[in-house]
C-alpha cells in the first residue's frame, strides 16, 4: 500500500499515483473519546476531502492514509 500524504493541516492531501482502475483509499481515523472509524473510497477526490476534512477538525485525529488496489491486501 502507498501512503496518502498529509504535508500540513492548510495543505491538500497528496495522492502521488492513483491507479486508472481499482484504486481504493483505506482511510483511519480515531475521535478524541477514542472511537476508531475506517472508511474505504474508490474515489480519489473522495479520499482527498475525507482526509482534508479530518485534518480540518479539532476532535479528529488521522491515523492512517493508504492507497491499494482492490484484490490486494489482509482481507482480498
Request: charged share 30%; glycine share 10%; net charge negative.
Amino acid at each position: 500500500m502507498e501512503m496518502i500524504s498529509t504535508p500540513d493541516p492548510d495543505g491538500e492531501p497528496d495522492i502521488q499515483s492513483w491507479p486508472d482502475s481499482g484504486g481504493i483509499a483505506v482511510i483511519t481515523w480515531r475521535s478524541r473519546n477514542g472511537e476508531v472509524y475506517q472508511q474505504e473510497l474508490g474515489n480519489e477526490r473522495e479520499a482527498i476531502e475525507l482526509v482534508r476534512k479530518i485534518n480540518a477538525d479539532d476532535q479528529l485525529d488521522l491515523v492512517s492514509a493508504q492507497l491499494r488496489r482492490v484484490g490486494i491486501g489482509p482481507d482480498s
